[in-house]
């Protein structure tokens, strides 16, 4: 089915109400013009009668003209442009005598017509409106006379009226409607540059932008929110191809690595001392790909926002002392004391297992960035509006100028400093992605060579 343009459709609807405006005006006009003709005709009957009224006496039960012959003539040399017939009939409504202007013809006596009102009716074939004035002798009628008058011309002025209008209506409209689309073509014609633009816009050249019209309109906004709209996509996309060519090539360098200690392993033989050596070097490195991958597919999963919320009742003090102990390996490895003391019992809801990656997140960059036998704490306050926790080590802190960008994927301060301190980078990307979706409020303070402090600050 052809589609009716947004062009098209926007001239119709203007149309269809001026159609019914100029309707109504064609009806109003017509009306007026016909009113006021029969109010002139109307008008000219009543003096007609009037003058005519004086001319008449009536003597023993018979209207005499009182100058019958003067009256005839005068009637016969009038000159008007539409003259009044008049008719004098008696009570029964046999004509008793007429004005010359009536010729052979003669205005018909109505006995059902009410009797000093105006009505249409016909002399012969033509149109009159006519009156019937009663003639008394007393209180007794004894006849009366009618007056009409020709509606020919009337008639004949309100029909051409008419057929202007009807023929002036459909002219206008169209008029009208080929001006409104032109005008509407024009005014929606930056609606076809984003429709070009936008058909030029591939994935590969989201480079180009709407030109924004000169009007700040609606179509301006359109046009600015859409651009808007590929930035964003834009700087997706980016992001997205830096986190793949990043990703692949952290995958990239354990197994360069393990593939070169194999293969230098393999050039000569060797006693089981160094095979063993060698293989314990190659399974840390597995396991640094394993956590790598968990990571990144941690990551993804968020990225797509496939997970849902599973929100429940969950206790802050289980839960990091949960995450401690999952971790009592690493921390009794280096010696690390942990102090948390908790004054009460504190609850949250949020998603447990969410919260158990932040924080397991938080405290094994804590116990990795410790000196060996240094403390962790972790702290729980309570105010008003939120409950505050805190996990703060003494170790190798961050450098102020890195602070922002820790958050950022595969981001790792300072690493060839400290080369023995394995990571991804991809920690506190997880934990700051996880605490925007639950709504947890993080924050790093830090000090080189002194300490870092993470709060969560979890809204009431
Ligand atoms: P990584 O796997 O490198 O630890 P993260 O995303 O968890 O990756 O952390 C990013 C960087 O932030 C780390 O490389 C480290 O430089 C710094 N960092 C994070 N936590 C601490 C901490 N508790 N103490 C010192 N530095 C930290």
Redesign the pocket.
């Known amino acids: 089915m052809q589609q009716f343009s947004f062009k098209n459709r926007i001239a119709s609807n203007y149309i269809i109400t001026t159609a019914l405006l100029i309707l109504v005006v064609f009806f109003a006009i017509y009306s007026i013009v016909r009113f006021s003709v029969y109010v002139r005709v109307n008008n000219e009957i009543k003096t007609e009668v009037a003058e005519h009224l004086k001319e008449i006496e009536v003597i023993e039960n018979c209207v005499l003209l009182i100058e019958e012959e003067e009256w005839k003539t005068s009637q016969f040399n009038k000159v008007e442009v539409s003259p009044a017939f008049i008719q004098f009939v008696d009570e029964l409504g046999a004509m008793v005598e007429k004005s010359p202007n009536l010729k052979q013809k003669q205005l018909t006596y109505k006995a059902n017509a009410p009797v000093n009102e105006l009505f249409d009716t016909k002399l012969e074939n033509i149109s009159v409106r006519q009156i019937q004035v009663p003639l008394y002798q007393g209180t007794k009628i004894i006849g009366y006379m009618i007056v009409a008058m020709s509606l020919e011309d009337s008639i004949m002025v309100l029909n051409n009226l008419f057929t202007v209008m009807l023929i002036a209506y459909p002219m206008i409209l169209l008029v009208l409607f080929l001006i409104a689309r032109f005008i509407a073509g024009r005014s929606i014609k930056p609606i076809s540059t984003i429709i070009q633009t936008s058909n030029v816009i591939t994935k590969d050249n989201l480079k180009s932008r709407i030109p924004l019209p000169q009007n700040r309109d609606e179509l301006f906004t359109l046009s600015h929110t859409i651009n808007n709209l590929l930035d964003r996509v834009e700087n997706a996309i980016e992001r997205e191809k830096q986190f793949t060519s990043d990703a692949s090539h952290e995958l990239r360098t354990p197994l360069a690595v393990i593939k070169g200690t194999l293969e230098v392993l393999i050039r000569k033989p060797r006693n089981p001392e160094e095979y063993k050596e060698k293989i314990d070097f190659c399974i840390n490195e597995v396991n640094r790909l394993n956590h790598l991958v968990d990571e990144l597919l941690l990551l993804a999963r968020f990225e797509n926002q496939k997970q849902t919320l599973k929100l429940e009742k969950v206790s802050l003090n289980a839960l990091f002392l949960d995450v401690i102990s999952r971790n009592t390996t690493i921390i009794s490895d280096k010696k690390i004391k942990c102090i948390a003391k908790f004054s009460k019992d504190y609850y949250v809801t949020t998603d447990a297992y969410l919260l158990n990656i932040i924080v397991n997140?938080i405290l094994t960059?804590?116990v990795?960035?410790s000196k060996p036998s240094d403390t962790i704490n972790f702290d729980i306050i309570e105010t008003e509006n939120e409950l505050i926790c805190s996990v703060s080590?003494h170790?190798?802190?961050?450098a102020e100028e890195?602070l922002q960008k820790?958050f950022d994927q595969f981001?790792?301060?300072?690493?060839n400093d400290h080369p023995e301190i394995k990571?991804?980078?991809?920690?506190?990307?997880i934990v700051k992605r996880l605490s925007l979706l639950l709504q947890i409020d993080l924050q790093i303070e830090?000090e080189e060579h002194k300490g870092?402090k993470?709060i969560l600050r979890f809204p009431k």
């Open positions: 997140n960059n804590a990795k960035y080590d170790g190798i802190g961050i890195d820790i981001y790792r301060s300072k690493s990571g991804t980078g991809l920690g506190l990307s830090s870092t993470v």
